[in-house]
């Protein structure tokens, strides 16, 4: 058979098949979406047994309402001493929709991890519609693909922490701005204070949104379109409930000195981003790993060498979004550069998968053989191949992507959501230290050099229902251990690889107090 009849034959089958599966599209989507929640239902009903510092806060605060009465505007957490256990934190919609369930069926821990895994279907929901608003069907496909099988979304999505609820907020008033911007309508500049308003108050972290907004604006409409009655007002009513919760929950902070790291951690850039480059090297490893997986920037880059996708109105609005949550990445840069803070990166999500899924579509179309291709001898076999290499090079790339995705799903989702070897010390803890009793627990460092530093771990004080302290690292001393022992502490919690940060430190408190228990890492001592 003649070779150029044959290569031609050869890319009619596959454009007659993926050209019939194509235009099931509503099968496509469900399809997309079961894959979804497939990925995202993994670990769902793991106990609270981590580490993780914001899920065991999290859950503290939804028993304390609980138990407490149900005071929506007195949020509690154990590490507080003797005091009220009020904290600063981010409006505590979500961990009261915890103890609303804990109410009706019963304290069951992995009702957060339920309630975060709705919340992450939701935003896919609304971001197909979001994709399918701004894009061609082949193309919200794509789009949509990729979000569904964003590495970082499968581990936030069954997490205990509010992460998911803001996402959520944060992609519906994405979605209702830009058919305000397109339409003008009262009912979508409504919902966008509606669902700005909420996703800062669930993150102040979502502020980003507003740099997107007005890219958005002066892109469309002009920068004087900024100044405009209704655009101030849009700003002001969706940003004032947060500055009103905010206000209010820092007094906590000024009477208690409790926070969730609003007040006792400083995220900001400072002089020393420009001199030390661990912060760009720290904030580019997240995004490589948890959201581009490494492959993501080659499928971009071969979209701008080869197509014209620069040229494209579509790729506007997920460019704006880039530069809007790396501007953010980089005020935040404290924060949003260290390991830890893993989940400050999902808001790269949306404007990268849109990038992804464009790029793909634009190099499919240009260098997949068309319908319109005849299978002659003057075909242009040097220019086939040329396409067959970069279509194979792109597919390669793609299934990179998804390898890595689901190679980070059951790797990093194992480590974020996996069971303490502190945790197997539970029963030998409670059986030694008396309800009611006072702890002392090791905590983390207190400060980065001259900033601030959450050091507050709360993870034992939830595993043991006990209230206490925290003693962060840089304060471990005898004097500074008898000080909180004045305060009402009677046990104190030793995690060993903190206590070698202090020289000497380990072996002093060996000698000055009586070890009750040792075993996985930790020493319970008797004040």
Known sequence: MDPKRWICNLWFKIIFILTFYMKSLRIVWILIFIIGLGVRSTELFHPIDTTEWR???????????????????????????????????????????????????????????????????????????????????????????????????????STIQSESMMFFFYICAAYSFIHWVDSKSNEYYLSTFIFTGLALLCKITAINIGILFALIIIINKGWKFLLKPKVILLGIV?????????????????????????????????????????????????????????????????????????KRESIIFPVCWLVAVSIF???????????????????????????????????????????????KPSVDIPNILKSMAIIFILFLL???????????????????????????????????????????????????????????ASY??????RKGYNICIDDQSEENVLGFKEKGAEYFIAEIHAMRQKQGFEELMRKRFKTLFEGNGIILFKL
């Open 55 to 157: 899920e065991s806060d999290v859950s503290s605060i939804a028993r304390n309402y609980c138990r407490n009465g149900m005071d929506f505007f007195h949020p509690q957490i154990d590490w507080g001493g003797k005091g009220t256990g009020y904290t600063e934190s981010e409006f505590p919609l979500y961990p009261y929709l915890i103890a609303l369930s804990y109410k009706l069926f019963g304290l069951w821990e992995p009702t957060g991890r339920i309630i975060s895994f709705l919340f992450s279907l939701g935003t896919m929901i609304i971001f197909f519609r979001l994709s399918r608003y701004l894009f061609i069907p082949r193309t919200a496909i794509a789009v949509s693909s990729f979000f569904t099988l964003s590495p970082l979304l499968m581990v936030t999505s």
């Open 238 to 310: 969706s940003v004032l409930p947060s500055v009103i919760w905010y206000t209010y929950s820092h007094t906590f902070y000024t009477r208690y000195g409790n926070s969730l790291g609003l007040s006792n951690q400083y995220p900001w850039i400072g002089w020393d981003f420009f001199t030390n480059p661990l912060f760009i090297r720290g904030i580019t490893k997240q995004e490589l790993f948890n959201i581009w997986t490494f492959s993501g920037p080659f499928i971009v880059l071969m979209a701008l060498l080869f197509t014209k996708i620069i």
């Open 329 to 375: 990445y980089f005020i935040a840069a404290r924060t949003t550069s260290s390991t830890s803070a893993y989940y400050y990166h999902i808001f790269s999500i949306p404007s990268v998968s849109m990038l992804l899924g464009i790029s793909v579509i634009e190099i499919f179309d240009k260098y997949f053989p068309s319908m319109k291709l005849r299978c």
């Open 398 to 456: 793609v299934s990179f992507y998804v390898a890595s995705s689901f190679k980070y799903l059951i790797i990093s989702k194992h480590s974020v959501i996996k069971t303490s070897d502190f945790y197997a010390c539970k029963n030998n803890l409670l059986g030694i230290i008396p309800q009611g009793s006072m702890i002392l627990v090791t905590g983390g460092i207190c400060s980065n050099g001259k900033y601030l530093n959450a050091y507050n």
């Open 460 to 465: 034992f004080f939830y595993w043991l229902d």
